[in-house]
């Protein structure tokens, strides 16, 4: 009832629990939803220009080269995973993309089957690989379809507002004009963010590592949710296959 769709992605729960949590306490609270897109903050921007070199393989060779170890990968190499079947992309936009899609765009065409191109798609145009990446993901794409749309329903469940100074237009528009080394540095992204920061925070908080909402739903339904999970799955009203 809280998300009036399917739940597609844990990170909602996670989310959701924590607008609950703050709405006992304030009504508004500051989100820093845009912040990695602006400013190179996920480890897929490391290979950025990796993403757009590997397009000199053709991708007829290319992806049935890269599926096989992908396939072969355990499922606790996920990140690995990821990266193989975002290089395996045919187009070096699909490839900036797809480091955040559940299905491939081959995939997608199996599934849907062969579809009109997208007059509404954004060009893939920047001034480095790491830019074209970043307004691929910003302000449409991942950010807008999946972050602030989820940041959005789980914080107005929990009678929230939730604000994004990150994504105040001026600071946007100084974004995209900012030299890429000033984002990323060797692997360090989000640089001149936590340059900033230094003047307000400590260095622990800073450079600690990176932590998503993780949550573990494997966990639960093999767990305490097993037999209620199960026992829903297959009532008498249920349309799933035994």
Known sequence: MVRDAPLSEPADVAVWSLAT???????????????????????????????ERVGVLPARARTPLLHAPER???AGQRRLRTAV????????QQR?????????????????????????????????ALDRMLRADCPGG??????????????????????PPFLDQRLVD?????????????????????EL???????EIVDRPKWAFVV????????DLRSESRDRLLAAGSSSPR
């Open 197 to 203: 920061a230094r003047r307000h925070v400590p260095p």
């Open 142 to 163: 991942w950010l807008a379809d999946n972050l602030l749309e989820r940041g959005d329903r789980m914080s107005m469940a929990a009678s929230l507002e939730l604000r």
């Open 85 to 92: 079947r975002a290089l395996s992309g045919a187009s070096a």
């Open 72 to 74: 072969a990968l355990p």
């Open 96 to 128: 900036a993309v797809e480091w955040f899609a559940p299905f491939t765009e081959y995939e997608r065409r199996a599934l849907l089957g062969p579809r009109d191109p997208d007059r509404r798609a954004r060009p893939y145009v920047g001034s480095s």
């Open 21 to 51: 949590e703050a709405r006992k306490r304030v009504k508004v609270v500051l989100s820093g939803e845009g912040s990695d897109e602006l400013f190179a903050g996920y480890p897929k921007h490391c290979y950025a220009s990796v993403t």
């Open 216 to 223: 573990a739903p494997h966990s639960w339904f093999r767990g």
């Open 174 to 194: 100084l974004a995209f004009r900012l030299d890429p080394s000033l984002k990323l540095r060797g692997r360090t992204g989000k640089w001149v963010v936590k």
